[in-house]
T-cell receptor
Framework: NAGVTQTPKFQVLKTGQSMTLQCAQDMNHEYMSWYRQDPGMGLRLIHYSVGAGITDQGEVPNGYNVSRSTTEDFPLRLLSAAPSQTSVYFC??????????FGPGTRLTVT | DQQVKQNSPSLSVQEGRISILNCDYTNSMFDYFLWYKKYPAEGPTFLISISSIKDKNEDGRFTVFLNKSAKHLSLHIVPSQPGDSAVYFCAARLGSSNTGKLIFGQGTTLQVKP
């Protein structure tokens, strides 16, 4: 099993650009989530999904969009990138909301 | 409003000694608590967890203690090893098993010196 994969590993965007961070898992997990990690802030939940077709907001959802059309994939869309969205983004999946498996992360810089 | 707090950004201990990482929370509705470990340039990995109906859970060198009245969680690592050097996040679950959210603390960087 590849586990949780994220692409790209690194990305630089200009303010106002949009992009999609990809996340895929091959463990047939129902629960998937996106977090961002910022210095001194820990991991903050952006959006999560409890199954295909079902998504909900986390702690910091503004500026991000998600959809879950399949069990395997959970892409995160930045609608109009802002410097405040410079961060490391982690996707995770699990059978439940706890004991999640995390991907390696995407480091995003918005200039 | 930080519902899960790790007030010590860093901790340094000698190899072989005990490492104690602390975590405080404010929401009494949390029903499950976890510790994750993170190495640089990698995603966090699950380490150990405890249900709110217990006060202790042990797994090898790692023990998690929960004091519900104080809303305090701690992770003990005995004995500490250099490979334990990493960032440790505590997390708390709000909601049911398959729909709940995990709320993370800010993290504590542990350095174990040989």
């Amino acid at each position: 099993n590849a586990g949780v994969t994220q692409t790209p590993k690194f990305q630089v965007l200009k303010t106002g650009q949009s992009m999609t961070l990809q996340c895929a898992q091959d463990m047939n997990h129902e629960y998937m989530s996106w977090y961002r990690q910022d210095p001194g802030m820990g991991l903050r939940l952006i959006h999560y999904s409890v199954g295909a077709g079902i998504t909900d907001q986390g702690e910091v959802p503004n500026g991000y969009n998600v959809s879950r059309s399949t069990t395997e994939d959970f892409p995160l869309r930045l609608l109009s990138a802002a410097p405040s969205q410079t961060s490391v983004y982690f996707c995770a999946s699990g059978d439940y909301s706890y004991e999640q498996y995390f991907g390696p992360g995407t480091r995003l810089t918005v200039t | 409003d930080q519902q899960v707090k790790q007030n010590s950004p860093s901790l340094s201990v000698q190899e072989g000694r005990i490492s104690i990482l602390n975590c405080d929370y404010t929401n009494s509705m949390f029903d499950y608590f976890l510790w994750y470990k993170k190495y640089p340039a990698e995603g966090p990995t699950f380490l150990i967890s405890i249900s709110s109906i217990k006060d202790k859970n042990e797994d090898g060198r790692f023990t998690v203690f929960l004091n519900k009245s104080a809303k305090h969680l701690s992770l003990h690592i005995v004995p500490s090893q250099p490979g334990d050097s990493a960032v440790y996040f505590c997390a708390a679950r709000l909601g049911s098993s398959n729909t709940g959210k995990l709320i993370f603390g800010q993290g504590t960087t542990l350095q174990v010196k040989p």
